[in-house]
């Protein structure tokens, strides 16, 4: 599994929606959903924010949305909010003891 | 409290060997696969090495295949990451994760230099 593409940042306005891909997924239907998202602000530690392509852990806000395409996964958030404003990884596990990580993505909240 | 705490970072001079360790609490832990994750100071999460429940199967990321060796004591909740031949390019913050992402540690740094 090569590594994942994800452009080097984004930027939007609070209240707007922005998407963040992640290209280079497998095309291997038996693995192809394993994908997460995770936040990362300044100083602290990731937090996972999708799993599974998009499904939501109980800690990650409605705005935040995954989804799947052929060999691209998706991060959209939507009403951006400053604290929105972060790094963000994806992430995809071709087998359980196998992680791949996309570049990350700086988001800008304007 | 559910945790991961990682020990062991520090400075290492180039060629010898560090080994890091994971205290787990809080959950379960032999239940799950448990990885390590390496940050650079203002970069990306590099992937470095995974660990089923009962060791049976071990991945590592290929610029470490060969001198980092993953293993688990689920009698004591540890994970351990044993790193040789220090490279400068290991410089970094090492987090233990649990299966799925949805716990890191704080990190541990490991700093290689002269």
């Known amino acids: 599994q090569s590594a994942l ?16 891909t992640c290209t280079g997924i497998t095309d291997d239907i038996a693995i192809h959903e394993n994908v997460s998202w995770f936040q990362q602000h300044p100083g602290k530690v ?19 949305f995954g989804s799947l395409s052929g060999s691209t996964a ?18 995809f596990y071709p087998r359980a003891t196998t992680w791949v990580f996309g570049g990350g993505t700086k988001l800008t909240v304007l | 409290e559910v945790q991961l705490e990682e020990s062991g970072g520090g400075l290492g001079q180039p060629g010898s060997s560090l080994r890091l360790s994971c205290a787990a609490s809080g959950f379960t832990f032999g239940d799950f696969v448990m990885h390590w994750v390496r940050q650079v100071p203002g970069r990306g999460l590099e992937w470095v090495a995974g660990i089923t429940w009962n060791s049976g199967e071990v991945g590592y ?16 909740n540890s994970l351990n990451l044993r790193i040789n031949r220090l490279r400068s390019e290991d410089t970094a913050l090492y987090y233990c994760v649990k299966e799925g992402g949805d716990l890191w540690g704080q990190g541990t740094m490991v700093t290689v230099s002269s």
Not at chain 1, 5 to 20: D, L, R
Not at chain 1, 46 to 64: E, G, H, Y
Not at chain 2, 62 to 76: A, E, L, P, Q, Y
């Open chain 1, 5 to 20: 593409t994800q452009p080097a940042s984004v930027s939007g306005s609070p209240g707007q929606s922005i998407t963040i």
């Open chain 2, 61 to 76: 990321a290929d610029s470490v295949r060969g001198r980092f060796s993953i293993s688990r004591d689920n009698s004591k």
């Open chain 1, 74 to 91: 998706s991060l959209t958030i939507s009403g951006l909010q400053t604290e929105d404003e972060a790094a963000y990884y994806c992430a």
């Open chain 1, 46 to 64: 990731p937090t996972l924010m999708i799993f599974d392509v998009n499904k939501r852990p109980t800690w990650a806000s409605t705005r935040f």
